[in-house]
């Protein structure tokens, strides 16, 4: 089985070879504009000669209309390859950021927008699902909406088994799709549009015609125009003296001036945006053309193919979107307004586009977030070889089995894997030890598994096996100046908000509840500490909920009436001298049993703060 250093290793290969090629491709792009610049110096000399020429005038026209055809082919050739040119360096670009996710670098991969977790969801803060150092940041460059948007959604809330089940089919197809993935992403690369405008621009897709519902309007943008070009015409003829032809002309530009709010109202979403839509088409385009298997693949392409390829849908807005930045050239805007009524063409060609395809534009969006959110996913797992799919168990099987569970969030050779067994329903796992030995990372380590799996994803893990679960967490809890919150206080409300989610699930539902608490009520004494945390502990089990507790706190541990619903494991440092010099490790590998030593004491002399007499 290949290994994250394979394919870190692959990633930095592909790297080098993607700027070899650049040098070559940039070499090409120069050799080309050189070329049309001779080619453009030449085309003006023939048809120079042939202005001035008295004799084989035909010859040299001929000459004049090859350069020239030459010069729009060698634009034409040039452009495209400059776009070839762009593409390599958004693919050099991917196999970097690429490199920095299989090795946890974090400092080298980018912190993208991803929208904040509420401050009271059951697990993202605590667990890190978003911001800096986070699993989003183990993805690839999505869509802001609706890759990222789409992603998100799936990540806050659980799947239910059966959608679970086919995005497992749809992630292990594109895992190894490895050119459709990276196509995909360097096309949602550039598209920053917020999942708030996208909805804008859907809704406005699907709104109602004005200027089409109103023949008159359409009857006077056509006899305007021709009215105008005719007088021009006459007056330029000599059939008239007069300049008529301005009559017209005003009466077009009062027109324009009374439906200027109307116009600007339909051009608005599309005008500055054909990037980001040309984009959307490619995504699209992409998607049609490959030939999927996963039935949740297929039907996600089948739905951008009905009843029109949506990436054609998109091309026809792009162009209509372009036509609005005439606009952006005010001398040559005025005088197409003044003649065509230009405008007034393009509002009735978009709304004929609304009345085709607006209506699908949500959907062809959720269509599309979906694929690109299992593309994530699939380039996970082919960045992770060794992670694994997770098998669903009944509700009935309140108990997640873990062999070899790691953090998602750590590199291999930092990650230290642990068989871990939360359940069956009523009980909880207490997890003892010293400081830093590894208590809370094992907890988010079975949460951040538990959320990637109800996900559709891969786990970090040989082996995991869990129920359809509600997960809630409190580790991550923080007093508030601005609220008037102790810590303490902090924790009973957060601790309130798993009990009484507990407390919701129906006996016999569809799902088991989870919690893991980290360091439960240490913000308080040591006394009401064990008396408050026994209570809490009991009730959760009481509503037939399965978890993990990390404590310090030997009497809770202890505790006879926990004895029967508890399993214990523990971590442990080792802590020598060598001359004189204080130092502790950790290995951590977690062990059966309570935890029988603590290292507060001796991380106080490791950092010089424990004097001679202490």
Known sequence: ??????????????????????????????????????????????????????????????????????????????????????????????????????????????????????????????????????????????????????????????????????????????RVARAFREDLAVAATRIGVEPKALDALAQWAAGSPWFTERGWLTALTFAIPIATVALIAA??????????????????????????????????????????????????????????????????????????????????????????????????????????????????????????????????????????????LGTLSYDNPDWVFPALAPVGEAAIAAEALGHPLLADRACVRNDVTVGPAGTMLVVTGSNMAGKSTLLRSLGLNLVLSQAGSVVCARRFRHPPALLFTSMRVQDSLQRGVSYFMAELERLKLVVDAADAVRPGGDRVFVYLLDEILHGTNSAERTVAARHVLRHLAGTGAIGAVSTHDLQLVDDAELAAISRHVHFREEFSRVNGSASMTFDYVLRPGKATSSNALKLLEIVGLKGSGD
Do not use: K
Request: aromatic share 6%; proline share 4%; hydrophobic share 55%.
């Open 1 to 174: 089985m290949a290994t994250s250093a394979d394919v870190h290793a692959e990633y930095a290969a592909r790297a080098a070879e993607l700027r070899a090629r650049r040098v070559q491709d940039a070499r090409a792009v120069d050799r080309l504009g050189n070329l049309r610049l001779i080619v453009f110096v030449s085309a003006g000399l023939l048809v120079a000669r042939w202005a001035t020429a008295t004799a084989h005038q035909g010859l040299w026209i001929a000459a004049a209309t090859a350069a020239s055809a030459l010069f729009v082919g060698l634009v034409r050739a040039s452009g495209a390859a400059r776009r070839r040119l762009q593409h390599v360096d958004d693919l050099a670009a991917l196999m970097d950021e690429a490199q920095a996710r299989v090795a946890r670098a974090w400092d080298r991969l980018p912190v993208r927008e991803w929208g904040a977790a509420p401050s009271d969801h059951a697990y993202a803060i605590d667990l890190d699902l978003f911001g800096e150092g986070s699993l989003v940041q183990l993805m690839p460059p999505m869509s802001r909406a609706p890759g990222r948007s789409t992603l998100y959604a799936w990540l806050v809330a659980p799947a239910a088994p059966v959608v679970i089940a086919e995005r497992q089919r749809a992630v292990a197809e594109l």
């Open 235 to 376: 007056q330029a003829t000599g059939a008239t003296p007069h300049a008529y032809w301005l009559l017209p002309a005003v009466a077009a530009w009062i027109l324009t001036n009374r439906c200027s709010a109307r116009l600007r109202d339909l051009f608005a979403p599309v005008v500055g945006r054909t990037q980001m839509l040309r984009r959307y088409a490619a995504m699209a385009r992409l998607v049609d053309e490959h030939p999927f298997d996963a039935a949740l693949l297929a039907s996600l392409r089948d739905r951008l193919r009905s009843p029109m390829p949506a990436h054609a849908a998109m091309r026809r807005l792009t162009a209509l979107a372009d036509s609005t930045e005439l606009r952006l050239s005010p001398m040559l805007y005025y005088a197409v307004q003044t003649l065509t009524l230009w405008d007034f063409h393009v509002a009735r060609a978009i709304e004929r586009w609304q009345r085709r395809s607006g209506a699908r534009v949500a959907e062809l969006m959720a269509a599309l977030g979906e694929i690109e959110a299992l593309a994530a």
